[in-house]
Structure formats: structure tokens, C-alpha cells
């Protein structure tokens, strides 16, 4: 097993709390999952291992995930031993069990030898001492900077008992290059986003800008009208997203988010999701003005599609000016959603204008929402325009 610094740092680690805190792509979430597999495998006493995060489709996507990844790439992965409707792996007197928080009954009822709290950031304090109540060796917790006004600050790793482990891209010494350069551009993006997300560092607070959404677990019923945003990509992802407006009420949903598509391959993807159920061709879909003859092609395929209106800061003052809700599954919509912020001054005070990076299923959603509201404005619709 290939193993980085972060890996021996959490093996070794001496707190009965173990916090990791790194910017994007630092290895954290990966090198706790390789510790907890040298627990499960090697272990001679019976040990009980739990993985929680807030919701099921994002631990599924991120943790859990990269632990059979891990597994599967070393060979030790054997089927009859792992119990997918518990999400229990078992080996010998071991096991290693993944659950969400959102799952009160689970939260509340379970004992565990060792536990890690993937994107601790998460979760409540009151959450967070249910957990702590019930685990008897050691937490692992790992999280993206945040505020030190946060309850991890103020209420963990003040704790005599509690160990901090920083991290950023740096100690990834798997990262392909093509990521690393990724990652060092925000330099000349933005000073804040770059000190955040690249090198780990806790924000000075003020700079998010969607801080208001909410998670549900899928589309409302009977909405007003549905319909999707179109940001399209090559090298950066193609990004669908649905959105359901329900009395002045906005629901987004992540329904596609690939590299490397073509417009024909977008097209078809799109057929693809129209077969699933997952879209319509009577739906209109709202895509990037700034690529007319993709629009155009879409539209030859049998689909309603348009231009939609891009500006940007009337744009996000509209879908902020509104309830919105995210669906529990859009794992890369949350993503983005949890790191858009505002570009800084030199005095670190927010512009009028976003970090233009990471943010193509926000694009799409920005752009049906409020071409979709501006059209109802315009039809004479009880709607407020930003």
C-alpha cells in the first residue's frame, strides 16, 4: 500500500481526537481511510469501526468510496463479506460499518471501538458529543477550513485530548500534475481562495456567497414548473442541473456532471437521462448563450433549448433573494456550493464579483433560475426581480 506523510501522521497520532484540517486534494479523507483499513485488516483485538457523514449519497461518494477503492486496489476485497443493505464489511472478529447522521436512530443507538466523522464541518455539536458519547478508543474527524467560530474551534480541539493535523496539496505526493496546477492557479484567481482552499488556512469569514440553501431529500411534488441549466465544458465539466420552482420556491438538482463530453456525447447523455426519467424533452432547458450553435444543435436533437441570461451578479442576487433548496444526492453541486465565494480586495474585503472557478453545476442552476424568473417577470408573473 502507497502511503504518504499524512497516512503515518494519523497512524501515530496520539489524541483520543484526531482532527484533520486541509485545503482541496490534500490526502486527508484518503489517508484515514488507509489507517482505518490497517485497523480492520491487521487488529487482533475484536474492533468495531463506524464511518459516519451527514447524509448517505454524500459519504457514498466521498469516504466509503475511497475505503473499497483502497481495499479492491490491493486485492483484499471479498464480496461475501460485505453486507450492502447494513453497509457492513466484516473480516474476522472486525468490521468497519458506514452510516449517516440524518439517521437519528442510528446516531443515537450505536457503539463503536473507533469512529470517523468524514466533513466534520457538517454536523451539529449535538451530533457531534452523540457520536463522541458512544466511541471508546478514538475519533477521527477530518473538514475543509472553516470559520474559528465554528464549534470544532471552539468546543473540540480545544480539548487537552484533542490532536490537529493541517494539511494541503502539498502533502499529496499522489496529485497528477494536471491537478496540481489546477489547485495553484487559484493564486491568480483570488488571495482568499487560494489561502482557503489551497493552502488550508481558515477563512476570515464573509466571503461565501450561497449560504442559504437547505438540503431536502428530492424534487418537491407537483411543482409549479421544472425545468434544467445547461453550462457546458470539455476539459471542465458539462453541468446539468434541474431545478423545480414551487410557489417562489427553488429546488436544485444535480443530474449531470462529466469531463470531456462533446456536444454529440452531451446530447446523448441527455437522451440517456430523458430514458431514466431523469429529464424531459418537453422541458425547456436554459444553457450558455455564449455557445449559440451547441444551442443550436441541441435544439436539432428535439430538445426546447435556450439562451439563457448570464449576468452575473443580478443572477445570484435573484436565486439569494429566494429559498433555495439542494437535493441530498447533487455531491458535486454541494461541493461547489460550499466553496463559491467572493473574489477579496487587498484589504480583504469582498468585491461584487465571484471566484470564477469550480462552479459549473452552479452556473446551471444560476442560469435557469433566473432566466426562468426574469421570463415570469416579464409575462406579468408576481415575481421580484434583484
Known sequence: MRVGELYLLNRDAWGRIVANEGGVRSGKTYSIAQVLLTELEENTAPTKIEVVRKTLPALKATAMEDFFNIMKDLELYEEEKHHKTDQIYREGRNSIAFFPVDDQQKLRGRKRDILWINEGNELTYEEFQQLAFRTTRRIFIDFNPVPEDHWIFEKVLVRADAQRIHSDYRCNPFLEPEIVSEIEQLQEADEEYWRVFGLGHRPSGGVKIYSHYQLVDELPENPDDTFAGIDFGFNVASAITKVARKENRYTWDQ????????????????????????????????????????????????????????????????????????????????????????????????TDDPVKTNDHALDAGRYAEYTDGKELAEGGANIRLL
Not at 422541458?283 to 441541441?298: G, H, N, S, W
Not at 430538445?303 to 452575473?312: I, S, Y
Open 255 to 350: 443530474v449531470l456532471y462529466q469531463t470531456h463530453l462533446t456536444n454529440s456525447m452531451l446530447i446523448e447523455e441527455m437522451k440517456r437521462l430523458v430514458r431514466e426519467g431523469e429529464l424531459t424533452m418537453e422541458m425547456t432547458f436554459y444553457a450558455d448563450a455564449a455557445e449559440p450553435d451547441r444551442i443550436q444543435e441541441i435544439c436539432d436533437a428535439g430538445f426546447n433549448c435556450k439562451p439563457a441570461d448570464k449576468a452575473v451578479k443580478p443572477g445570484i442576487d435573484f436565486v439569494k433573494g429566494r429559498p433555495l433548496s439542494i437535493t441530498k444526492r447533487s455531491i458535486k453541486l454541494l461541493d461547489e456550493a460550499k466553496k463559491y465565494s467572493w473574489k477579496t480586495d487587498k484589504d480583504g474585503h469582498p
